[in-house]
């Protein structure tokens, strides 16, 4: 078996040359590196950041206005007859958006970058709070009705903007489907070796990675996944209502812990932070061009904003408005980077480990033993560190399983688009199953697979540079629902708002409340 892994390993070796090809151009020719300034930025950060720039100003920065309305839209009881609630489409997004990516990723990004990179985390994210809430209103005011639940997303407005074209549609359903297979083994992968971690802190032993206790727990993994999968969309948000609030809360309250027991060493934090935004230490490159991109690169790959792959649960969920549900898309951004990613960088930063003595050592771990060693120099005692480490690993484990469901679930979202066929989407699951199993082999057979890593990041890219263009062209009509939704006048929305006449189900929505 480790043979057929390794040969698979190998003939995917060029998937990561290309990522970074794609992610850096073209900054990765002299003639436009050499380039004062512009020669920093790559087409990707200028179409991310740029983006949600223009979308700030021409929105009136709604990611702040509303910011106080959107958490009144979440704390609002309601009961809902077609989907699920605009809490519960929320709580879903941000089971893919707090993923692994918010502990590996930002651990990677400084280790790469320095402490600067999470700076331009920050700001990729407060400006990709915009386009998180043009894309979600997109999906929102395209979404379809089948059956008792809403299914729309990047295929469905994609369509609907480029011409009502099928083709359109199946392009992009079929783009997702692959960006999603690219990520499950990964997933996979995180989860059962997080749980391998956690029965090694428990009892105190090393489990050998092909031990039974693997097979067990990898088949376990497998049966639950595919009992909620096929149990659709609504039994899926039901698993996340519950997993989502615990794992954040519990990863929120560790490192918060963490950082009261080291209140000494905040300053450093923002210091190093700020100077290193601008002023990048030479210790990790020295270049401002690598702290810039690592922070927006890691930073997309955490909350997912700007391509389209969260759409899905934003026109899950029954909302009042479109824009009702554009405004928690941007929250959850928020929650990802400002909140999450922020407490991850706090550990990374307040360690420092690679200024001590054996930076050398922790330079050439991997990403979580890079996180894992932060905590251990944070904590005052062995056995304190032991308690804390579970804490994260289990948070860890919880934060790839909620990815690993939700991508099966929007997998399953936009085969519909495709094909609405029972033994098609069925079909659909079992694939995205057959996946995550592959990740799991993976670990069992002690293999990492580094180069089907990097599919995530092309996956990441490719569906970037597809959506943002399709958010342009239908930008004019998020602008013109976001104009109804601020004068507040009691009108619903329907397609003539948006001087459209194809937004079926909130034009059904509006006769049947007359």
């Known amino acids: 078996m480790q043979a057929i892994f390794e040969s698979i390993n190998s003939i995917f ?284 690169k890691r930073g997309l790959m955490s909350n997912e904003a700007g391509q389209g792959t969260i759409t899905m649960s934003a026109a899950s969920a029954d909302a009042k408005h479109p824009c009702e549900q554009g405004i928690l898309a941007s929250i959850g951004v928020f929650l990802d980077t400002i909140v999450i990613c922020t407490l991850s960088g706090f550990v990374v930063v307040l360690a420092h480990c690679w200024t001590g003595e054996n930076a050398a050592e922790w330079a050439l771990m991997d990403k979580l033993p890079k996180f894992n060693a932060s905590i251990a120099t944070l904590t005052p005692g062995t056995a304190f560190n032991a308690v804390v480490t579970l804490i994260i690993t289990v948070c860890f484990s919880l934060f790839a399983y909620t990815c690993l469901l939700g991508m099966i679930s929007f997998s399953e979202i936009a085969a519909n688009r495709i094909k609405q066929s029972k033994g098609f989407i069925n079909g659909v699951r079992i694939v995205a199953i057959a996946v995550a199993t592959f990740g799991i082999l993976c670990n069992i057979a002690g293999l990492e697979l580094g180069n089907l890593w990097a599919f995530s990041d092309l996956g990441n890219i490719l569906i970037v540079f597809f959506n943002v263009p399709i958010v342009y062209v239908g930008a004019k009509y998020v602008f013109k629902a976001t104009a109804h939704y601020k004068k507040n006048d009691g009108t619903p929305f329907t397609s003539k708002v948006i001087d459209r006449d194809d937004c079926e189900y909130w034009d059904e929505k509006a006769k049947s409340r007359k």
């Open 13 to 296: 070796s060029f998937i990561g040359p290309l990522s970074d090809f794609l992610w850096d151009f073209p900054t990765n020719f002299d003639w436009y590196a050499n380039i004062p300034i512009l020669g920093n930025f790559s087409f990707a950060i200028i179409l991310l950041v740029g983006s949600g720039i223009y979308f700030s100003f021409k929105l009136g920065f709604m990611q702040v206005t509303h910011f106080k309305k959107g958490i009144d839209v979440m704390t609002e009881k309601r009961s809902v007859e077609t989907g699920i609630s605009p809490l519960a489409a929320f709580l879903l997004s941000s089971a893919m958006r707090v993923g692994p990516g918010n502990i590996i990723g930002v651990t990677g990004a400084i280790a790469v970058g320095g402490p600067g990179a999470l700076f331009w985390m920050w700001i990729s994210a407060f400006f990709g709070m915009a386009v998180a809430y043009m894309e979600a209103v997109l999906a929102q005011i395209f979404k379809e009705k089948k059956d008792d639940e809403f299914v729309g997303g990047l295929p469905f407005y994609g369509r609907k903007l480029l011409g009502n074209r099928v083709w359109v549609g199946v392009f992009l359903s079929v783009l997702y489907i692959l960006y999603a297979l690219c990520c499950l083994p990964a997933q996979g992968f995180n989860v059962v070796s997080s749980i391998g971690t956690i029965a090694e802190i428990v009892t105190g032993t090393t489990l050998a990675s092909d031990s039974l206790f693997y097979y067990v727990v990898g088949a376990i993994i497998i049966v639950i996944t595919a009992i909620v999968a096929f149990g659709g969309i609504k039994k899926v948000s039901k698993w996340t209502d519950r997993i989502v609030p615990v794992m954040a809360v519990l990863y929120i309250v560790t490192v918060v812990v963490l950082i009261l027991l080291n209140l000494s060493q905040v300053p450093y934090f923002f210091s190093a932070v700020f100077g290193g935004a601008f002023q990048p230490e030479a210790f990790f490159g020295g270049m401002f061009g690598t702290v810039l991109a690592q922070g927006v």
